[in-house]
């Protein structure tokens, strides 16, 4: 027998049971279940996109036709951009009033949702003291209580506060998605902030720096792909939110836009603009879109680094 021969025959014995081989039954049949498993889940992937994408672009080309267009061919491209559609929705319904009353609310309950959040969390998750878990589950909790249960009580509270109502103004509405925000954003910068290295915390107090300065200036830094994927979800769900300005701010002149676009909604029905319909919607949308184009490796990131410590 040859050197060949016996080294092919030590490495005949030495393979696992089953296996034949870089190219052996177990190792086909690996490539086969993952080749499934990668076809399965891409269909799932090319699915969900069309069940989202497709209407998308449907708005879209029909916030460039005209009414009749949009009734008789609503599958069809637009024969001519009409952009006095979206002229009429910003101007005649009123979109550039609401867009502008959301972006302050919005951008007035996310600064302070991410800045009272993440204070909280740095808290919960880096000291020790009576109470720290009663407090953090308390939080949790408040992940737990639908939404429609609490906008009553809401009314009844920004009604009747004492000073000034709240009630049907910018700061008694960013107040209450403040509130609504603040479990979920504690919920996730704990865990967050638990990833990252004490060390560099201990440092820093080595060399002076107070609990607050080394909050904001060395451990708020640190944690900067979780603000910003908190500060995205928390934009998204307070940029759709309906219900509750629905209830607790009924002043049109204050509406913002998910009022704006039910209100616009009940109109066309009537009027039967539906081209600023459309438009109003894209108006809505775009926002949103470009947010989380700008920002969507940074929300990957974000959620990736929390889990791993």
Do not use: C
């Amino acid at each position: 027998m040859t050197t060949e021969e016996i080294d092919t025959v030590a490495k005949a014995a030495a393979a696992p049971a089953g296996t034949t081989g870089a190219n052996g039954p177990a190792t086909t049949r690996i490539r086969t279940e993952g080749g499934v498993l990668n076809v399965f889940s891409h269909g799932i992937l090319v699915l969900w996109a069309l069940m989202v994408g497709v209407p998308l672009l449907w708005v879209l080309w029909s916030a460039f036709k005209d009414s009749n267009g949009i009734l008789s061919d609503p599958w069809g491209l637009p024969t001519s951009l009409r952009w006095e559609n979206w002229a009429n929705a910003w101007n005649d319904a009123n979109m550039g009033q609401y867009f502008i009353n959301t972006v302050i609310v919005v951008g007035g309950s996310v600064i302070g949702t991410m800045v009272l959040g993440s204070m909280a969390a740095y808290v919960l998750a880096r000291f020790t003291f009576p109470g720290n878990r009663f407090i953090y589950y308390l939080f949790v909790a408040g992940m737990s209580f639908p939404v429609f249960m609490l906008v009553i009580p809401l009314f009844f509270v920004l009604r009747d506060f004492p000073g000034s109502p709240l009630l049907a103004t910018y700061h008694g509405l960013i107040l209450v998605y403040i509130a609504y925000s603040l479990p979920f954003t504690v919920f996730f910068m704990t865990s967050f902030f638990r990833t990252l290295p004490n060390s560099v915390a201990e440092a820093a107090m080595i060399d002076g720096a107070s609990h607050t300065r080394t909050f904001f200036q060395v451990m708020l830094p640190m944690a900067k792909p979780g603000l910003i994927s908190i500060g995205i979800f928390n934009f998204l769900g307070q940029w759709n939110q309906y219900l509750l300005p629905m209830v607790l701010n009924q002043q049109e002149e204050k509406y913002v836009l998910t009022q704006g676009l039910a209100m616009i909604a009940l109109q066309q029905g009537y009027e039967n603009d539906w081209g600023a319909l459309m438009a109003g919607m894209m108006i809505a949308m775009l926002p949103v879109l470009v947010v989380y184009a700008i920002f969507q490796r940074q929300v990957q990131s974000g959620l990736t680094a929390g889990a791993i410590k």
